[in-house]
């Protein structure tokens, strides 16, 4: 029962990289899952997230610039990122929760149940 985040690298500035999150076991279950990123020394922060029933929630920062997405068998959340900036440099995090239907999924770290380990990704210019 976890979640396994891929996809992670480096790239120069201006490029793209796709994460996925692989959800497996029990968080199967669960019908949220966020991307979240963090900076050394900082608090973790939400990217996008997605429902199960495809309600998307972004963080200003990345509008337009990410895309998060997922497969109908729930099996994996994607995430696009585009057009990618020296401080997208950061080690990512995929977290899920089970919510009630209809509730929109959260960007605030501290709700979330379930978390995968992280994956690094390195802008450079």
């Known amino acids: 029962d976890h979640l396994e985040e891929s996809g992670g690298g480096s790239v120069q500035t201006g490029g793209s990289l796709r994460l996925s999150c692989t959800v497996s076991?029990?968080?199967?279950?669960?019908?949220?899952v966020g991307w979240f990123r963090e900076y050394p020394g900082k608090e973790r922060e939400g990217v996008a997230a997605v429902g199960s029933d495809g309600a998307t929630n972004y963080a200003d920062s990345v509008k337009g610039q990410f895309t998060i997405s997922t497969d109908a068998a729930w099996n994996r959340v994607n995430l696009q990122m585009d057009s990618l900036k020296t401080e997208d440099t950061a080690t990512y995090y995929c977290?899920?929760?089970?919510?009630?239907?209809?509730?929109?999924?959260?960007?605030?770290?501290?709700?979330?149940?379930?978390w995968g380990q992280g994956t690094q990704v390195t802008v450079s210019s």
């Open positions: 076991g029990y968080i199967y279950s669960t019908n949220c």
């Open positions: 977290a899920a929760k089970y919510v009630r239907p209809g509730d929109l999924c959260s960007l605030d770290y501290t709700w979330y149940d379930y």
